[in-house]
């Protein structure tokens, strides 16, 4: 059988166009999907409030980073059937706490959501170490 075959076949075109028109209609629907992705924060007599998933990450992100013993922290949050789930994960410094670190945040996490965008009720709030940094960093960012 010739490998020239399916290329020279008259549908091989339409095949083309269409793998890549749906493709490109992938990558806009994943956009879409990312974009649009808020939070009812709460619903007053005027309207409903919402917040961004992006604004939330960020919150979460600057309220862990100000915590002394945290290097670096990565917030992924999830939002499904307006229940908010939020996944925080940490690179701590050497000899941290982690019980208390990971006690603290929640309570700080909890209190920032919802003295800055009204949202009081957080389904899941996990908080992950997945590394410890090296000392010369850790020293770095506490000049």
């Excluded at 690179?91 to 006690?103: D, T």
């Excluded at 009720?121 to 908080?127: A, G, N, R, T």
């Amino acid at each position: 059988m010739d490998d020239t075959t399916f290329v020279s076949s008259p549908y091989f075109p339409y095949l083309i166009c269409g793998l890549t028109s749906l493709i490109f209609l992938l990558i806009l629907l994943r956009i879409f999907w990312k974009l649009t992705r808020q939070f009812t924060a709460f619903n007053d007599e005027s309207g409903s409030v919402t917040v961004s998933q992006r604004a939330i990450r960020q919150m979460v992100q600057q309220c862990c980073e100000q915590l002394g013993d945290v290097g670096r922290a990565h917030a992924i949050i999830n939002i499904h059937r307006n229940q908010l789930k939020i996944k925080v994960k940490l690179r701590v410094k050497k000899n941290a706490n982690l019980k208390g670190i990971s006690g603290f945040l929640k309570e700080q996490i909890t209190q920032v959501l919802a003295d800055s965008f009204g949202i009081e009720e957080i389904s899941e709030l996990d908080v992950a170490v997945i590394g410890v940094l090296p000392e010369e960093i850790a020293s770095a960012e506490e000049r």
